[in-house]
């Protein structure tokens, strides 16, 4: 079956937001879509599903105006006959339908056997709580709110007969964003369930290159279509096949990182108190131990979403309060009497720096790319041109002039979280913190990283890394070098 070809151009205020000449679907295949945050991915996908804004928005698809384009039989099936998962499940639920309302809703209405499809996705019958819930902000959460919108799109599936209606599309736009591996791995069996049993022809969303890594394992490559969205340097966009088995065998490479003989430079007593829940240390034999960071060695701190790691993070920067707090970085003693001002005066910056889960935190949006830079006061980082040279270390495309003046604001994710790799290790600090570093990134800019962080330990900065993806970093660090936490109520 040949692919399905589009088109499009999407503007907003004078400024050109995505501009692709040939994007593919292949029809009967599970698509699966690459490319840094901000590129585009989901725009693209709300625009062929007919989801796109036209009121903020100037589009065109295949040459035609929105509207007409929306018109299209292509378009109308896509949305009668398909399911559109978004990033942000809020944007799906209702708040005033209970999520078990909302379960049989519409086309839903009449179907059976989501009970058994809801408790393949929590690997247990913890939903069942959930299902008189009036979904809010705080409950279900991110993760179990995905699992149900993933389970509607699952069950609307089942109205199809193999084969009968090849135009009918599901898009999963980051399905497991907020999800571990284990509940990763359960989607995907339920999508290749759905896909063999009634030929679901699917466009998947993610940064997740390692599910390539699950779906070897299950020997389910075939019937996956793999591609990747990269940027040009007119600021156009291209579509290109992703080598999944290139992939794989860059990732089998990995190696532990070479280990040291670091003098202690953090040590973090375990059993802290904050918000109400003590977080505790323990390492691959499970015996509770301290955190502790060593000079030029990198420290894997894992533990499911939600436990705590990044508020581990922000204890050590200073930035959240804790009882119980035994905290010494080099030859500074701090406990919970210490003044907040103390890290932001005297450790902040050489001492200790951060890489943020979320760029935007780290970064000031009104700044511009090389004043981000200057505002550290670094001698070898002040001047545009020193800006530059050190920009092209996590960069692909070569970089000009005109980019070095750009507003943070207007920057894609994936650009910002470059700079917020970058502005965290610019003053070579003894302590560094990386909070889901690979976040928005693509392939090449993960290799890139890998440099980055090979670089920092080799100047002896201690790393503590807070990450998902386990795939990489467990390959990077021995069992000594991991830590787990838990988290029991106060």
């Not at 981000?372 to 545009?384: H, I």
């Not at 270390?393 to 650009?415: M, Y």
């Amino acid at each position: 079956m040949n692919p399905w070809s589009f088109s499009l151009t999407i503007s907003s205020e004078a400024r050109r937001l995505v501009q692709i000449e040939r994007f593919l679907i292949q029809p009967g295949k599970i698509n699966v879509l690459f490319g840094e945050s901000g590129i585009g991915k989901s725009l693209i996908a709300r625009s062929l599903f007919g989801l796109a804004d036209q009121t903020r928005l100037g589009l065109r698809v295949n040459g035609e105006r929105y509207e007409d384009y929306c018109k299209t039989a292509r378009t109308q099936t896509f949305r009668k006959q398909g399911f559109f998962v978004f990033q942000e499940p809020s944007t799906h639920l209702n708040p005033a339908m209970t999520v078990q309302d909302q379960l049989h809703e519409a086309d839903l209405a009449g179907l059976s056997g989501e009970e058994a499809i809801l408790t393949a996705l929590w690997q247990s019958d913890g939903w069942k709580p959930l299902l008189p819930v009036y979904p809010q902000s705080y409950r279900p959460s991110g993760g179990e709110k995905q699992r149900f919108l993933l389970a509607m799109a699952l069950q609307k599936a089942k109205r199809l007969q193999k084969g009968s209606n090849p135009e009918a599309l599901f898009v999963f736009d980051e399905p497991t964003g907020s999800l571990d591996n284990g509940f990763r791995n359960a989607f995907l069996q339920q999508l290749m369930q759905s896909y063999r049993t009634y030929g679901t022809t699917a466009l998947l969303i993610t940064h997740d290159y390692t599910i390539i890594t699950y779906l070897q394992e299950q020997e389910w490559l075939p019937h996956f279509q793999f591609q990747e969205l990269s940027r040009q340097p007119d600021g156009s966009v291209t579509q290109t096949e992703f080598d999944a088995a290139g992939y794989s065998g860059w990732q089998q490479s990995l190696q532990p990182l070479k280990q040291t003989n670091g003098h202690p430079v953090l040590s973090l007593e375990s059993g802290l108190e904050v918000h109400g829940r003590r977080l505790v240390f323990s390492n691959e034999a499970a015996n509770q131990v301290n955190l502790s960071l060593t000079a030029g060695n990198l420290t894997y701190l894992k533990a499911p979403s939600g436990v705590g790691k990044t508020t581990i993070a922000r204890v050590i920067l200073g930035l959240y309060r804790a009882s119980d707090l035994n905290l010494t970085i080099g030859s500074h003693l701090l406990n919970g009497n210490t003044p907040p001002g103390f890290w932001k005066n005297t450790l902040w910056g050489k001492t200790l720096s951060m890489a943020f889960q979320l760029a935007d935190e780290a970064l000031n949006q009104s700044s511009t790319v090389e004043q981000v830079f200057f505002a550290l006061r670094n001698p070898d980082l002040s001047t545009s041109e020193q800006v530059r040279a050190y920009l092209q270390t996590a960069f692909i495309n070569q970089i000009d002039p005109g980019f070095l003046k750009q507003k943070v604001k207007f920057l894609s994710g994936g650009q910002k979280q470059r700079l917020n790799l970058l502005r965290s290790m610019a003053a070579s600090p003894r302590i560094l913190i990386l909070d889901e570093p690979l976040n928005g990134v693509d392939f090449r800019t993960i290799q890139l990283f890998m440099n980055l962080l090979t670089t920092a330990l080799e100047k002896q900065t201690a790393v503590l890394l807070i990450s998902h993806n386990e795939a990489i970093f467990d390959r990077l660090t021995r069992p000594g070098n991991r830590i787990f936490l838990s988290a029991d109520i106060v």
